[in-house]
């Protein structure tokens, strides 16, 4: 069965610093998400992501985040200088079209 | 998007059917019932959705009241590995572009052996 594959499945980074989390979404899918969840708190939206540009954002994703499409697989999210608040649980989603959402296993980020 | 309401927790034994309830009484006549779970912390999972239909795939079956208010999802025969979670999200058919799906706390879903 085709699934999203993420990495790092953890990181451990210091304040200030920055990180990137990267995504294979599945193959033939179009449109690309990043959803975070807070230890022990909701799956929040963070972005959507079409055409090599973004669809949607929340009000979490401010100027610290960015998302891109290098290449013909990956899918990134950059965060530019950390902070304690970034860490959580980052999800990666993809979707060919009306349909459900496919989730990866998720990206635990903790900052120090 | 309208507003869910879950039970916190349930159990069932495994083997048995888990039965867990959503009540949406503010969905509008566009919206669509969607359900995911998430085991542990792994990413959530799709199970099923429907509009107003009862709906029923290989993982599980939707049952939405005539009125549209709440609905119910069936596990017919719980496993230990359907201890996770369940988000019900009420949310239009929106384009692809837009699946900014709303997850609630859900209902933490215990199979006992």
């Known amino acids: 069965e085709p699934e999203v594959t993420q990495t790092p499945s953890h990181q451990v980074t210091q304040m200030g610093q920055e990180v990137i989390l990267r995504c294979v979404p599945i193959?033939?899918?179009?449109?690309f998400y990043w959803y975070r969840q807070i230890l022990g708190q909701k799956v929040e939206f963070l972005v959507s992501?079409?055409?090599?540009?973004?669809?949607?954002k929340s009000e979490i994703f401010d100027d610290q985040f960015s998302v891109e499409r290098p290449d013909g697989s990956n899918f990134t999210l950059k965060i530019r200088s950390t902070k304690l608040e970034d860490s959580a649980m980052y999800f990666c989603a993809s979707i060919s079209g009306p349909g459900e959402l496919f989730f990866g296993e998720g990206s635990r980020l903790t900052v120090l | 998007d309208a507003k869910t309401t879950q039970p916190p927790s349930m159990d069932c034994a495994e083997g048995r059917a888990a039965n867990l309830p959503c009540n949406h009484s503010t969905i509008s006549g566009n919206e669509y019932v969607y359900w995911y779970r998430q085991i542990h912390s792994q990413g959530p999972q799709y199970i099923i959705h429907?509009?107003?239909n009862n709906e029923t795939n290989e993982m599980a079956s939707l049952i939405i009241t005539e009125d549209r208010k709440s609905s119910t999802l069936i596990l017919p025969h719980a496993t230990l590995r359907d201890t996770a979670v369940y988000y019900c999200?009420?949310?239009?058919?929106?384009?692809?572009?837009?699946?900014?799906?709303?997850f609630g706390k859900g209902t933490k879903l215990s199979v006992i052996p």
């Open positions: 193959s033939n899918h179009l449109y």
């Open positions: 992501f079409y055409n090599n540009e973004i669809s949607e």
């Open positions: 429907g509009l107003k």
């Open positions: 999200i009420v949310s239009p058919r929106r384009g692809a572009g837009s699946y900014q799906l709303t």
